[in-house]
């Protein structure tokens, strides 16, 4: 009898953990689609910059070696190191040419933009799961999925436009994201 007994609550443990590992999968599954989902809709409508658009590839490429043509065509002209010279030999020291300067200066502009709206558009999104996540009743698991998508997407809209980001922005986007975390711990995983 005891047998029974201990064999019929192993079986109730043993379906206990597998109904947390699923809905531990579907909680992970949905924060990583609904991120998924929104960075493939924002690349579907709004398209990101591409630095051939900008400084297209030539297939025959001459080298200049003359100040004001390298200017002319939007280059940027490098004099050489007069420290250098024994290296180029008795005939002279050449400058270069970087001939990309201008049109990768605007491709940086574009690529900018582009990062600081993809941003925009990440955390008014991860807001929203949050939001949603925060208020849905009917199912934990899918609210905490959304608030975990929330946090991703908080997160991975913060990476992209981080490197350009002003200091003070930075302190708001990540006091706006631990505020939000401390609200979904507190309204979820409060001590009852």
Known sequence: MENDKLSVGTGEESVKRSNALVRAAVLVGVAILLNVFLAYLVRVFYLEPIFTDFCPERQVVESIADREKCVSVGGQWTEPD?????????????????EQFSCAKDFEKADALYARNLFIVFVIAGAS??????????????SSG?????????????????SDMDDRLRVVVSGFALLSLL??????????
């Open 183 to 192: 609200l979904i711990a507190w309204r979820r995983f409060r001590d009852e």
């Open 129 to 142: 799961f949050l939001l949603g996540g925060a208020f849905l009743v009917g199912s934990r698991t899918v």
């Open 82 to 98: 007069p420290s250098q010279s024994a290296l180029y030999g008795k005939e002279g020291v050449f400058g270069s040419c970087n």
């Open 146 to 162: 959304l608030s975990l998508g929330g946090v991703f997407a908080l997160l991975f809209g913060s990476l992209r436009y981080w």
